[in-house]
Nanobody, 124 residues
Framework: QVQLVESGGGLVQAGGSLRLSCTAS????????MGWFRQAPGKEREFVSA????????LYADSVKGRFTISRDNAKNTVYLQMNSLKPEDTAVYYC?????????????????WGQGTQVTVSS
């Protein structure tokens, strides 16, 4: 098993930046593909970004492409989400997730382990 803890959320003005971190403990971090999802009030959880085990391949939702960057440091057991040019519609609880499966990285059902979430609020 792996335990995930997110950090880095907060309140920021539109146009600002935040960097989320997700630190894993437990089994070998490099065994897991990682993803970021978010859930706004009254909405379903949606895919944001994903990264392969080695970090060589990344995937983004259209809504964040060009503004968000996912990366990972396997030596530090941490995955990051750099969020730039934030918009009020980015306001949500952001979750990181881990999977050993080699399947749809943009589907929440592909992930076995989830963090507790970190709140991101973007004011207009």
């Amino acid at each position: 098993q792996v335990q995930l803890v997110e950090s880095g959320g907060g309140l920021v003005q539109a146009g600002g930046s935040l960097r989320l971190s997700c630190t894993a403990s437990g089994r070998t971090f490099s065994s897991y593909a990682m993803g970021w999802f978010r859930q706004a009030p009254g909405k379903e959880r949606e895919f944001v970004s994903a990264i392969t085990r080695s970090g060589s391949t990344t995937l983004y939702a259209d809504s964040v492409k060009g503004r968000f960057t996912i990366s990972r440091d396997n030596a530090k057991n941490t995955v990051y989400l750099q969020m730039n040019s934030l918009k009020p519609e980015d306001t949500a609880v952001y979750y990181c997730a881990a999977t050993e499966k080699r399947t749809r990285p943009n589907y929440s059902g592909s992930y076995d382990y989830w963090g507790q979430g970190t709140q991101v609020t973007v004011s207009s």
